[in-house]
């Protein structure tokens, strides 16, 4: 074992020797490869086609029990240079989505998570529709079928699906940097489980508004209202980005969150939760 080890290494140590030799002439073309990530991209054909969706954060709750994290991330699947999307441009605006928010209890020792969102979704939006007003730079209609469940058997597991659409409008001055965001989101159910969250309707609604108002390297201040028939739900969240405050050196935001809400996490769809949450995002 020794020796096939041995063996190995001055294989590699020949390789090495042997490109070096091939590239001498070469050098200047290093320079296009100063991080690994330069090299690793050229294999990662379809890298471009990841970006965010929802926002990325972590928080911890003024009541630690109801602390919170989510990832959130879309992919393009159709090669918009390809013969499918040529003929059929609209195909371009297909995404895949995965978005997971998990609450968990940093009062406990081990810090378990108390509940997990798996949320896949698949969605089509449009460009930007030429019907809009001359005043509104953005005016978009979303559609999509998204899954959610915990992840749990038994007793515990929660599962549902929504087929919605979203309409937005967006207001935004170059001159100033200012934005708005109003969009209205509506659903129905669709295979909602009938043994582990038959009345979820009741608590999680039908409808829900959403507004973002901000400046583009400043404060942003979104809020989301839904309404069902035990009651309505808020959630309000606020950041900053933290680059203004440590001369351009930190690409994270500082982020506060206000939830008051029914049916926050699906394993406790019936309660309300009411938290107070403060912590860093990487996109909001």
Known sequence: MFKIFWMFVVLCGLLSASFALADEDLEPAQEKYLQYDDLFSLYQTHADNFSAYQPIYGLIGTNPEKSSFQISFKYRPLNPQGSWVQARPWLQRVFLAYTQTTFYDLKEASTPFEDTSYKPEIFFITENLDSRPQSMQGFFIKTGLQHESNGRGGDMSRSTN???????????????????????????????????????????????????????DFIVVGAKLRWASQGASVQV?????????????????????????LAENLLDYQSRTESLRLGLALVR
């Not at 969240?237 to 982020?255: I, K, Q």
């Open 237 to 261: 969240d606020a950041t900053y980005p933290l680059h203004r405050l440590v001369s351009g050196n930190l690409d994270l935001f500082f982020h506060v969150q206000y939830v008051n809400a």
């Open 162 to 216: 929504f087929l919605y659409v979203r309409p937005m409008t967006i207001f935004y001055s170059e001159d100033s940097g200012l934005g708005l965001m109003l969009a209205a989101r509506a659903w129905t159910y669709v295979n909602n489980s009938r043994d582990h969250n038959p009345d979820l309707h009741r608590y999680r609604g039908y409808f829900e508004l959403e507004t973002k108002l901000g400046k583009d």
